[in-house]
């Protein structure tokens, strides 16, 4: 639950909240019950933030939800941006380094939340969607 969840009711958050909250639950839930083993919700570190954070066997998944009302104008998925995947990168990085660096595979996954009256319509998972972000290596 983040400071804003605890600090309003989820009827006093603005809706773009409300919608990532959505979201990210529904992502979560769609996730798990696809054999992914879930291990933590909206990492932060100095350089970003990780929605999701989940094992499929031996790899680390790092999540990104987006989460729309409409694709009128373009997939969800295109909002993340070389700028977005530098932040996710460096935060992943972040994320492995509090574990000690293991030798271990991740991905960068995408999950697409549609939503429709303020209701999940579709999920949509698009595994390994981007890799860790130039120039930096892993590893």
């Not at 879930?38 to 989460?67: M, P, Q, W």
């Not at 009128?72 to 000690?100: E, H, I, Q, T």
Request: with cysteine.
């Amino acid at each position: 639950m983040t400071f804003l969840t605890r600090l309003f009711s989820q009827k006093q958050l603005p809706l773009n909240l409300r919608r990532g909250n959505i979201g990210e639950a529904a992502a979560k839930k769609y996730l798990r019950k696809h054999g992914l083993k879930f291990l933590t919700a909206n990492f932060k570190s100095k350089r970003g933030e990780i929605d999701l954070v989940f094992r499929d066997d031996d790899c680390l998944v790092f999540v990104e939800v987006k989460t729309r009302s409409s694709e009128d104008w373009v997939r969800p998925a295109a909002s993340v941006d070389f700028d977005k995947r530098r932040r996710l990168s460096l935060c992943g990085l972040d994320y492995l380094r509090l574990l000690r660096n293991p030798q271990v595979k991740f991905r960068f996954d995408i999950v697409e939340v549609l939503l429709q009256d303020g209701v999940v319509n579709e999920v949509r998972h698009l595994p390994n969607t981007f890799a860790l972000s130039p120039p930096f290596r892993y590893g």
